[in-house]
């Protein structure tokens, strides 16, 4: 038993300040404490427990013995399941106890009371922290001894818990200021990359518009003149062949199958048409032929993926990112094989394209080009996106994942045609 009547004096409670003072973490207040009263309330587990603001959950730092409560191994608890429940609802201001692996008051069902047991405490003693009169958390003494503590410890207990109650809540709330402060920046970083990646999405559509027009200025304008010039010349001749009229009528062919081309280009209509397998399709047919060396392509799809269902900006999004996926197969991987999936698992949407070729470059990808665009258009319809190694760290593997329906994806509004 100790000498638990000597009751804490002037000169040990500006020893605690003096200790306190200046430590900003958590850990170190507790440990600088728990070094300053040993000798008054001796312990060989000191923790302070605090309520976060709506007073639902509760999160513990420890120094001593080393247990499951603390914020390391258990970030924060329902104050339901503490042990000390009733210290944080007011409903006592104070429990002490000689052993509390019998005491009924800290084994309830669903109570987290397991490392008493686990870290063999037995002697407790607990009494609340307070800010303006209200319980913002709790001091709690335990010792592998029983009957270690007596009624008048609760009174030293107190007057320590007194002039570390501000303390403590100050540090949560500017641990709190500073997480928020985190949070805020994170955001941020977040939504300026999505901005920057747009912009630069913008430049890429613009871009592309200009190379439709120079298409349609060298390609089409040119056969169209070409064509015109003909018609002019025959319009002018007293007779007409049937073979004449034929290469015109050739020419007039040709010039709509190029203008198919580049207007399937800028719109691919089969994916409008016929959906985004077929599309898919269509796409690894063009890309395995325009391969230098021999590429084989397979296409996996049991038809239930669901990505036609989704609103079309977002099958066109996830239409280019597979087109940029295969061309990038096609023009830096050097594979023999590229596969393409389409799934279903529950209620999230896989494609995956698969190529068993050099693999990306070592360091990750750039943010830039069109493993870019890939990462913002994902963005831009909350695809989460993954680019690893294939199978057998072999190869390219690029996953894009979405929800089948989400409220974000119905908000898009009506299919556009
Ligand atoms: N499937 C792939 N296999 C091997 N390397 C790849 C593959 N995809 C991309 N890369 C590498 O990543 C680089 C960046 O790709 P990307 O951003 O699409 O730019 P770009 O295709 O214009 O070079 C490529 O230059 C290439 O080195
Ligand atoms: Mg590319």
Same mark, same amino acid.
């Given at each position: 038993m100790q000498n638990s009547t000597r009751c804490i004096d002037m000169a040990q409670i500006l020893s605690i300040l003096r200790a306190i003072a200046g430590q900003i973490d958590f850990r170190a207040v507790i440990s600088a404490v728990s070094a300053e009263i040993r000798d008054l309330l001796p312990h060989d587990h000191l923790d302070v427990a605090l309520l976060?603001? $709506?007073?639902?959950?509760?999160? @513990?730092?420890?120094? =001593?013995? %080393? /247990?499951?409560?603390d914020a390391s191994t258990t970030a924060t608890k329902p104050v339901v399941a503490s042990p000390?429940?009733?210290?944080?609802? !007011?409903?006592v201001d104070h429990i002490v106890t000689d052993d509390a692996q019998t005491d009924a008051r800290f084994h309830f069902p669903g109570a987290f009371s397991q490392p008493i047991f686990a870290a063999g405490l037995h002697s407790r003693l607990h009494v609340p922290l307070k800010v303006e009169g209200r319980v913002c958390g709790a001091l709690s003494f335990s010792t592998q001894k029983t009957a270690a503590y007596r009624p008048g410890d609760v009174n030293n207990a107190q007057i320590v818990a007194d002039i570390l109650s501000s303390y403590f809540f100050s540090l949560q709330q500017s641990e709190l200021v500073k997480q928020g402060e985190l949070q805020k920046r994170e955001t941020e970083a977040r939504a300026e990359g999505l901005r920057v990646g747009a912009l630069r999405l913008t430049e890429e559509l613009e871009n592309a518009r200009q190379a439709i027009g120079m298409d349609l200025h060298d390609q089409t304008l040119a056969d169209l003149t070409r064509i015109a010039r003909n018609l002019k010349r025959l319009v002018n001749k007293p007779t007409l062949r049937g073979s004449e009229l034929q290469l015109v009528q050739k020419d007039v062919e040709h010039c709509v199958r190029e203008l198919r081309v580049i207007i399937d280009n800028a719109k691919p209509s089969v994916l409008q048409f016929f959906g985004f397998c077929e599309a898919v399709e269509a796409l690894l047919e063009r890309s395995v032929r325009s391969a230098t060396s021999p590429l084989s392509y397979r296409l996996c799809d049991d038809g239930g993926s669901g990505v036609d269902d989704l609103p079309a900006n977002t099958v066109v999004a996830l239409y280019r990112i597979v087109q940029e996926a295969i061309n990038n197969t096609v023009r830096h991987a050097n594979?023999? &094989?590229?596969?393409?999936?389409?799934?279903?698992? =529950?209620?999230?949407? %896989?494609?995956?394209?698969? $190529? $068993?070729?050099s693999g990306l470059p070592k360091g990750g990808a750039r943010r830039t080009g =069109?493993? #870019?665009?890939?990462?913002?258009? *994902?963005?831009?319809?909350? *695809?989460?996106?993954?680019? &690893?190694? #294939?199978? !057998? #760290?072999? #190869? /390219?593997?690029?996953?894009? @994942?979405?929800? *089948?329906?989400?409220? @974000?994806?119905?908000?898009? =509004?009506?299919k556009q045609a």
């Open positions: 976060n603001s $709506d007073r639902t959950l509760v999160v @513990a730092y420890e120094t =001593g013995l %080393h /247990t499951e409560w000390i429940r009733d210290l944080f609802t !007011g409903v594979a023999s &094989t590229i596969e393409v999936r389409l799934q279903r698992a =529950g209620e999230r949407i %896989h494609i995956v394209v698969e $190529d $068993d070729g =069109g493993l #870019g665009n890939i990462r913002t258009r *994902a963005s831009l319809i909350q *695809a989460e996106l993954s680019a &690893t190694a #294939g199978p !057998g #760290g072999k #190869g /390219t593997r690029l996953e894009i @994942a979405l929800p *089948a329906s989400s409220p @974000a994806h119905q908000s898009q =509004g009506e």
